[in-house]
T-cell receptor, first 117, second 114 residues
Framework: AQKVTQAQTEISVVEKEDVTLDCVYE???????LFWYKQPPSGELVFLIR??????QNEISGRYSWNFQKSTSSFNFTITASQVVDSAVYFC??????????????FGKGTMLLVSP | EPEVTQTPSHQVTQMGQEVILRCVPI?????FYWYRQILGQKVEFLVS????????KSEIFDDQFSVERPDGSNFTLKIRSTKLEDSAMYFC????????????FGSGTRLTVV
């Protein structure tokens, strides 16, 4: 069975601090996808990134960066120079890759990030 | 950018009433899903739908729930007799040829059962 663990329930930082959100996953599949979603107070799920299990390159997108380490089954997310607008709940999710069909997402419990001015 | 559209954004219903949540998936997507998020908790898979039938469902998706694609564009989730514990945010999602080709969520319907 697949499992995603986000051990940090809530993180509070002051604006301009860097913050890392941890995600550890478990799967027996050799091919899988990892995701991060942002859920602002308005409630929608905002897609941030998708990474497949064959691509361990770290990725940077503006102030966001992701560190995928297969050896430790982790897919951590760092926000550099955090801003108040980054305040949200962040979910890590895992899916097996079924190239011919559907696939379902297994979500972690989420980390609430509070960025204060 | 193509969107998954959900209506209504918020619905209040009395316990025991039937409710239908509506979704319009992205037009060229083939796979459709419903997920649920009880307030303050994680997002959980309910059901997936492909080729006009359920392809997988979770333990949560019991006989009170049903899904339908009535007209080729809408995708609905029906709860026959709502309970207080059905109060949650319900997300519709669609994907094209599996997870590789994108997986898009709607903005959700907040269901409140009173």
């Amino acid at each position: 069975a697949q499992k995603v663990t986000q051990a940090q329930t809530e993180i509070s930082v002051v604006e301009k601090e860097d913050v890392t959100l941890d995600c550890v996953y478990e799967t027996r599949d050799t091919t899988y996808y990892l995701f991060w979603y942002k859920q602002p107070p308005s409630g929608e799920l905002v897609f941030l990134i998708r990474r497949n299990s064959f691509d361990e390159q770290n990725e940077i997108s503006g102030r966001y960066s992701w560190n995928f380490q297969k050896s430790t089954s982790s897919f951590n997310f760092t926000i550099t120079a955090s801003q108040v607008v980054d305040s949200a709940v962040y979910f890590c999710a895992l899916s097996e890759a079924l190239f011919s069909g559907y696939s379902t997402l297994t979500f972690g419990k989420g980390t609430m990030l509070l960025v204060s001015p | 950018e193509p969107e998954v559209t959900q209506t209504p954004s918020h619905q209040v219903t009395q316990m025991g009433q039937e409710v239908i949540l509506r979704c319009v998936p992205i037009s060229n997507h083939l796979y459709f899903y419903w997920y649920r998020q009880i307030l303050g908790q994680k997002v959980e898979f309910l059901v997936s739908f492909y080729n006009n039938e359920i392809s997988e469902k979770s333990e949560i998706f019991d006989d009170q729930f049903s899904v339908e694609r009535p007209d080729g564009s809408n995708f609905t989730l029906k709860i026959r007799s709502t309970k207080l514990e059905d109060s949650a945010m319900y997300f519709c999602a669609s994907s094209d040829r599996g997870i590789n080709y994108g997986y898009t969520f709607g903005s959700g319907t907040r269901l409140t059962v009173v």
